[in-house]
Every structure is written in structure tokens, then in C-alpha cells.
């Protein structure tokens, strides 16, 4: 058992890196409900895209050999016989000398092969006067010219965005074949944690930060997310709870308990386990040190800090990114940009601290300043724009130097 043996960063995301991918299987659902799913099989169009000939703007459809001797001072006159809409099937064919008029993505009669644009033309009755030549396949859309018909237009392994629904729509597949999501369950432990439902506060007593935030940034990566509720500091009824979620999840996460405290009960209803692996009990890191990983099984089990800024850094930096390698969305890159410090930033030797700061104007320049609250305040998450990390034997990063800040 690692209980507190705190490892270095680096050591932590090494493991967290060779840990394999579950095996969720595939589930067959709607296009409707597919948004930000991944695919488990290629996709093949059922149809040509567009599986008719229509025409790409407002104009006359015509026989291209009609028009070659079209100039501005030679029109030629043709015979209007029809006039197509955006969605009507055209009636007639056209003789030659003859023309029907097109609406933009319009179906063209069967045997036109170009269009004219209505700018090259005038207009007298059913007369129309063309002043330009055009070629065969002018201003026409052929059939299967945006999808052929059993094309892959999807492969397996692809997140479906919108633009993703929008081709699969336009294809005529209505349902598709994804892999299932991952299922995590979320527990909040602490005899001082209430629900936001309850009104009034009593002494000792605080409102449950971490299930709301640490809900929607599972969501976020890709996993389903079941939170289990508030449990007290009660050996009996944490150890259910983390038998009844390592049953119906794949994924545990807690937030408190973490320490050997007293009332830190995590440690030690973990040791119950027979068959568990703790692989991390303790992280070089500030703030966030008694971040626990296990794997029991299949199953995964993470226990973060309670202090909402704590849970939320070892979320950031651990296991967001873990989740959605997962399930297979795509990492997050966190967007990050090289800026001067603007005053002296005090660390603690010893530990990898990843520092929340703002980023502020000085002097007519964006600088970063430390976010002066501790781990222990939600409002330091509130008022940060993100962070950079110092080494673990640094103690003091100087005015005017330069850091990465990574944004939240």
C-alpha cells in the first residue's frame, strides 16, 4: 500500500498514461441523440448526395449546343416551356431551341446539360434572349458530385459534431452506431457538506461545492456522470456507497477523505479491498497532495482533496485529460501563452505547485499576479483566468520573468 509515498508529477501522469482503455462496447442510437458521440463503425452514405442533376443558381436550363453562337451583339432566342422550383420534379423535356426556367437547386430536366445565368439573358413573353455561350456541365450539379452512394463519409473512431450530424442527416442515415460512454459515479463525503436544496446554514456547516463543478467537468470529457449524493463520515455507509458505484460505474471519483486524518475515512475503506491496487496515495503537488488513484479490477477509483480548489486542480492537471483519452474524445490542449510576470511569486520548496493567478494590465502590458486566496476558498478558481506551475525546487519566481500561463 502507497499511503502517503507522494510521487512527483511527471511520475503520476506516466501512470495514469499506461493505464488501457476500457472496453464499453456499442450501443445503436438516434442522429438525434448522437451529438458529441464516437463513432464504433465506419459509416457508408445511403444515397448519392444529390441524387438528382440540379442547378447551382437562379438561370435557364438549356442544351449547351443551342447557345455556342450566344454573344452580346448575337443573341439567341429559345422557347421557355417550364418553370422549376426547389423541389418540384420538372415535367418536360427540352427540344432543341427550347429552355425551362430553374430555381437554385432546382432539379434540371432530364436531358439539359448547362445552365445560363439570368444576368446573360432578357426576357419577352416565353421568349428568352441569351447573349452567352456556356459548355456542356455549366452551372449543373451532377448526381453524387458532394457523396457517391456507399462512400464512407464517416470513419470509426470520429467524435460527431454538427457538421458531422448535418452529413450523416444529408446522407439518410437516421441512426448510427456508437461506442457507449463511459459511466462515472461522484460522490461528495463530509459530515459539514449540505445540499444546495437546504435554505438556512448552520454553524459548521457549508454548501456541497464539488459535486456541482466536478459533475459538469466529467461531462465535459466525454463520460456519463451519476452523482450519488452527500456521504457522511460514517465507515459503514462510505463503504457502501463505494461498493454500490464500483458496481454500476466504471469510474469512481470522491472528493474528501483523502488524508490520514482522523476522519479520513477513504484510506481505510479501501484497505477492505482484496483485490485493489492503490498505485497513488500523494502527489508532489500544491495545491492537491493527497490525491489518491486505485484500480480495483477493471474499475477505477480516484479520491481528491475536499477543498474545492484542491479537487479542481487535481481535476485540470490528472484527470480530464485521462477521461477523455477514455472516452475518446479528443485531449484537451490547453490553451497556453508565455506572459511577464508582474510581482514576485513566493512557492514552497519540495512541492510541484500549479500557482492560479489573474491576468491583469500594467503599464499598458498584460502581466500575471498570483491569486492571493489559498486552496481552501472557492473564490480562487472565481477570480483566476488560470495558472502556471513552478518546479518543485523553485521558492520564488521574480518580477519580470517570463511563465507559460495555461487558461482554465
Not at 18 to 29: A, F
Not at 102 to 120: D, Q
Not at 225 to 249: H, M, Q, T
Amino acid at each position: 500500500m502507497k499511503f502517503l509515498k507522494t510521487i512527483k508529477v511527471e511520475e503520476f501522469k506516466d501512470i495514469l498514461e499506461s493505464i488501457s482503455e476500457l472496453k464499453t462496447g456499442e450501443e445503436y442510437i438516434t442522429i438525434e441523440e448522437c451529438f458529441n458521440r464516437i463513432t464504433s463503425r465506419d459509416i457508408q452514405s445511403r444515397i448519392d448526395v444529390p441524387h438528382f442533376r440540379k442547378s447551382r443558381m437562379d438561370g435557364f436550363a438549356v442544351i449547351a449546343e443551342d447557345t455556342f453562337n450566344a454573344e452580346e451583339d448575337n443573341f439567341i432566342n429559345l422557347e421557355l416551356i417550364e418553370t422549376i422550383q426547389a423541389g418540384d420534379i420538372p415535367q418536360k423535356e427540352l427540344s432543341s431551341g427550347q429552355c425551362s426556367y430553374v430555381a437554385t437547386g432546382a432539379a434540371i430536366p432530364e436531358n439539359a446539360n448547362g445552365v445560363i445565368m439570368v444576368e446573360f439573358t432578357e426576357s419577352q413573353g416565353n421568349i428568352i434572349s441569351i447573349s452567352k455561350a456556356i459548355t456542356p456541365g455549366t452551372h449543373i450539379i451532377e448526381i453524387g458530385h458532394d457523396i457517391k452512394k456507399e462512400a464512407i463519409i464517416v470513419n470509426k473512431g470520429t467524435i460527431i459534431n454538427l457538421a458531422t450530424m448535418g452529413i450523416l442527416a444529408s446522407s439518410g442515415i437516421k441512426d448510427v452506431w456508437v461506442f457507449k460512454q463511459p459511466k462515472a459515479s461522484l460522490l461528495s463525503t463530509g459530515n459539514e457538506l449540505i445540499s444546495q436544496e437546504i435554505k438556512t446554514l448552520e454553524v459548521g456547516k457549508i454548501y456541497d461545492v464539488n459535486s456541482i463543478v466536478l459533475k459538469k467537468a466529467i461531462e465535459n470529457t466525454g463520460v456519463l456522470v451519476d452523482f450519488l449524493g452527500i456521504i457522511k463520515d460514517d465507515y459503514e455507509e462510505l463503504k457502501k456507497a463505494i461498493d454500490d458505484a464500483l458496481e454500476n460505474s466504471d469510474i469512481v471519483i470522491l472528493s474528501g477523505g483523502t488524508s490520514k486524518g482522523e476522519g479520513d475515512l477513504g484510506p481505510k475503506v479501501l484497505e477492505e479491498y482484496d483485490n485493489i491496487e492503490i498505485l497513488v496515495h500523494g502527489v508532489k503537488i500544491k495545491p492537491g497532495k493527497p490525491i489518491i488513484f486505485a484500480k480495483i479490477q477493471n474499475k477505477i477509483m480516484f479520491i481528491l482533496p475536499g477543498y474545492p480548489t484542491s479537487a479542481l486542480s487535481c481535476f485540470y492537471v490528472f484527470i480530464d485529460n485521462f477521461l477523455r483519452k477514455l472516452s475518446g474524445f479528443p485531449l484537451k490542449d490547453n490553451f497556453s501563452k508565455e506572459m511577464e510576470v508582474g510581482e514576485r511569486i513566493y512557492s514552497t520548496v519540495g512541492r510541484h505547485e500549479f500557482k492560479t493567478v489573474k491576468i491583469q494590465e500594467d503599464g499598458g502590458v498584460n502581466k500575471i499576479f498570483p491569486i492571493k486566496t489559498g486552496s481552501e476558498a472557492i473564490s480562487t478558481m472565481f477570480y483566476a483566468d488560470g495558472y502556471i506551475e513552478i518546479d518543485e525546487l523553485e521558492s520564488i519566481i521574480e518580477k519580470g520573468d517570463k511563465r507559460k500561463v495555461y487558461f482554465f
